[in-house]
C-alpha cells in the first residue's frame, strides 16, 4: 500500500516499475532528468552516483532555466539499445540550444536502464568534462563623422566619488580634490565639494574622468581621505576640441542603444579546467555604427576661424543636397551664452534682403533687373531710414541695390508688400518653421506678420522684429543653393521632425537669387572672399544697443554657411572669418 501512493506522487525508481521497452525506460529518464529530479534520473542508471553528479553539473554549468527532452528513434539489438534524444536547453537571457543524441540502454533481470555515460547529457561530452556556458560581448557601437573618422569610441571613464564620512576633514580633502582635478575641471570649488558630499549620505560623485587623464592622477587621488574611484564603460571623445558640446549631446542620444546583442557558446572543459571543444556558439552582434554629419576638416576650419575672434563668433555650415549639418562652431565667449550657433536668434540685418528680395520676386513686385530707386535715405510713414554712411547710388537694378546692400531700396519695396509677405517668404527659405532635428537644439527664427507699414519697412532690411539664428540662414542660403529647403540632420538614420509651414521656393526665386547673390561677391559688399572660389553670398550689419552685428550667408557648391560676429562692427569682419574658414580646407572641399 506504501509503495502504491508513493508512486502516485513522484517517480521513485525503487517502487514504480520500470517501463516494459528501451523508448519508455529511456523517456522516464529523460522526464526526470528534464524536471531537474536528479536523484530520480539518476537512479534509472546503472550508476547512480556518477549520473547525478554529472546531470547536476550540466544544469548548474548551463545556468539553465529549463529543459524540454524527447526521445527518437530506437534501434533494439538483444539485450542492448540506442534510442536518440533531442534536448532543448533554455538558457539565461532566451537563449535556445537544441541538439540530439543517443542513450545506451541494457536490459537486466528484464527491466531497461540507461547505460550511464556522459553523452547522455551531451554526445561530445567526455567522462570526466563539464560543460561551461560563455558570454561574448559585442564591441560596443562607435561614432563617426562624414569624412568617416571616429568621434565616440568605446572605452572607460573613472568615476571620482567623495564620501564626507570617511575623511578626517572634509574641507581639506575638497581642497585636495580640486587641486588635483583643476586642469580636468575648472569649475570645481573645495566649497561646493564640501557642501554636496555632507548634503547626502553615502558617495558624492564630484566627476568622471577619461583613462589618461585618470591615469595621470591616479596616485594623488588615491592619497586624500575619503575619494573613491570606480570605473564604468562609456563613449569617449576621440579629440575633446572636437565640437566638443555638441558631440557630447550626440552621446547623451545613442548612448543606450551601443551594446548590441552578446554572442554565446557552450565549451567542454577538463578536470584541470582547459576548454576543449565547442559545443555550440552564437556569434555577437554588434549595433552598427553610428554616424553624424558633421565633417571632420569643415569643422575644424570653421571653429579654427571663429577662434580666431575676441568678439563672439559663431558659424553654421550644411550640405544644400543633403541637408546634413556639416560644421556647428563657436567660439569660447559664445559658449558663455549657450549653444547659440543653432539657437540663438539675432536680427540679421541686410541679410534679410535675401528674404525681401525673394518675396519681391514672387509677388511681381520687381526682378534683378527691375530698376529701383537707392536714395542716401528714405521716408516711409514716420521712419527715416538711412543707407550705410548716407551713400547713394540713384536708380538701379535690384541686383545691384542688393550687390551693394541698398536700405533704402529694399525698405521701399518691403512697404508695397502684403502683411504677410515676408512671413511667407522666409518660410519659403526654411525660417519660421520649428526643426526637431536629432542631437541639436535649433530655433531657426521668427518673422511676424506686419499690419503696421513702418514695422514692415524696417523688416525689410532686417532691422524689424525679425530675428534669425545662424542655424536658420544657413538654411535660407541652403535653400537658394538647392532651389527647395533641405531637411536638416545631424544624427544619420534619424528624421527631423518640422512643425510649421513649409511651402516650395519658386524657380523664379531662386534663380533671381543665385545671381544677384554672386554679384556681391564679384563687385558688391564681400569682394574680399572672390578669391575662394564661386562663392555666393550676401552681407549684413544689423544695429543693436551697443553695436552692431557682422553677419554673411551664402554659400560655395554643397557647401550653404551662416557666418555672425556679435557686435562685430562691419560685416567685412564676418566675410573674413569665413574666408578663413574656406581657406583652411583641404584641396577638393
Known amino acids: 500500500m506504501l509503495c502504491a501512493v508513493l508512486a502516485a506522487l513522484t517517480v521513485l525508481a525503487g517502487c514504480t516499475p520500470r517501463p516494459a521497452g528501451p523508448e519508455p525506460a529511456a523517456q522516464q529518464f529523460l522526464t526526470a532528468f528534464a524536471a531537474r529530479e536528479i536523484d530520480a534520473a539518476a537512479r534509472l542508471s546503472d550508476r547512480p552516483d556518477a549520473a547525478a553528479a554529472a546531470l547536476e553539473s550540466a544544469w548548474q554549468s548551463l545556468q539553465a532555466e529549463s529543459l524540454t527532452a524527447t526521445t527518437g528513434d530506437v534501434r533494439i539489438d538483444g539485450d542492448t539499445a540506442r534510442v536518440e534524444y533531442t534536448y532543448e536547453w533554455h538558457l539565461p537571457k532566451e537563449r535556445v540550444w537544441t541538439y540530439s543524441g543517443e542513450l545506451q540502454m541494457g536490459r537486466r533481470d528484464g527491466e531497461w536502464m540507461v547505460r550511464w555515460s556522459s553523452t547522455d547529457i551531451h554526445p561530445r561530452l567526455g567522462d570526466r568534462q563539464t560543460m561551461s556556458l560563455r558570454s561574448t560581448p559585442a564591441e560596443r557601437a562607435r561614432v563617426n563623422e562624414h569624412a568617416g573618422s571616429d568621434v565616440l569610441v568605446p572605452g572607460i571613464v573613472y568615476r571620482v566619488r567623495f564620501d564626507a564620512r570617511s575623511a578626517d576633514n572634509v574641507r581639506r580633502s575638497a581642497e585636495s580634490l580640486v587641486a588635483a582635478l583643476r586642469e580636468f575641471d575648472g569649475s570645481l570649488t573645495a566649497q561646493s565639494i564640501a557642501e554636496s558630499a555632507t548634503g547626502i549620505d553615502g558617495d558624492y560623485l564630484v566627476t568622471r574622468l577619461r583613462e589618461d587623464d585618470y ?122 551664452d549657450g549653444p547659440v550657433a543653432s539657437t540663438g536668434l539675432y536680427p540679421p540685418g541686410s541679410t534679410f534682403k535675401m528674404i525681401t528680395a525673394g518675396a519681391a520676386i514672387s509677388g511681381g513686385l520687381a526682378t534683378p533687373e527691375t530698376m529701383v530707386p537707392c536714395p542716401g535715405s528714405i521716408t516711409i510713414g514716420e521712419r527715416s531710414i538711412p543707407n550705410y554712411n548716407g551713400f547713394a547710388l540713384g536708380t538701379v537694378s535690384m541686383a545691384t541695390a542688393f550687390a551693394r546692400s541698398c536700405n533704402t531700396s529694399f525698405a521701399k519695396l518691403a512697404s508695397e508688400m502684403d502683411d504677410d509677405a515676408l512671413t511667407v517668404a522666409a518660410a519659403q527659405f526654411g525660417i519660421g518653421p520649428d526643426y526637431e532635428v536629432v542631437g541639436l537644439p535649433t530655433d531657426s527664427g521668427s518673422v511676424p506678420p506686419a499690419s503696421d507699414l513702418v514695422q514692415r519697412t524696417e523688416d525689410g532690411f532686417g532691422q524689424g522684429r525679425v530675428l534669425v539664428s545662424p542655424f536658420g540662414m544657413a538654411l535660407a542660403a541652403a535653400t537658394v543653393a538647392h532651389g527647395e529647403t533641405p531637411v536638416p540632420r545631424l544624427l544619420i538614420g534619424r528624421e527631423t521632425e518640422i512643425d510649421g509651414d513649409d511651402p516650395a521656393i519658386s524657380p523664379e526665386m531662386v534663380d533671381g537669387l543665385r545671381s544677384m547673390m554672386r554679384l556681391v561677391i564679384t563687385s558688391g559688399t564681400a569682394d574680399r572672399i572672390a578669391d575662394q572660389g564661386d562663392v555666393y553670398g550676401k552681407t549684413g550689419e544689423a544695429e543693436v544697443d551697443g553695436g552692431s552685428h557682422a553677419w554673411f550667408v551664402g554659400y560655395r557648391g554643397d557647401l550653404a554657411f551662416a557666418t555672425l560676429v556679435v557686435r562685430g562692427g562691419s560685416s567685412d569682419n564676418a566675410v573674413a572669418v569665413t574666408r578663413d574658414m574656406f581657406a583652411a580646407l583641404p584641396e577638393g572641399y
Open 215 to 336: 591615469e595621470r592622477v591616479a596616485s594623488t587621488l588615491g592619497s586624500i581621505p575619503g575619494v573613491s574611484i570606480s570605473d564604468e564603460a562609456d563613449l569617449v571623445a576621440t579629440d575633446r576640441t572636437f565640437a566638443p558640446d555638441l558631440v557630447a549631446q550626440i552621446k547623451k542620444t545613442v548612448i543606450d542603444e551601443v551594446d548590441g546583442k552578446a554572442g554565446w557558446s557552450v565549451v567542454t572543459v577538463n578536470q584541470n579546467g582547459v576548454d576543449i571543444d565547442v559545443l555550440t556558439e552564437t556569434a555577437a552582434q554588434p549595433v552598427p555604427s553610428f554616424s553624424i554629419s558633421l565633417d571632420r576638416p569643415i569643422q575644424v576650419a570653421a571653429q579654427a576661424a571663429v577662434d580666431a575672434r575676441d568678439d563672439q563668433a559663431m558659424m553654421v555650415v550644411i550640405a544644400p543636397s543633403t541637408g546634413d549639418i556639416l560644421a556647428v562652431a563657436q567660439n569660447e565667449a559664445a559658449d558663455r
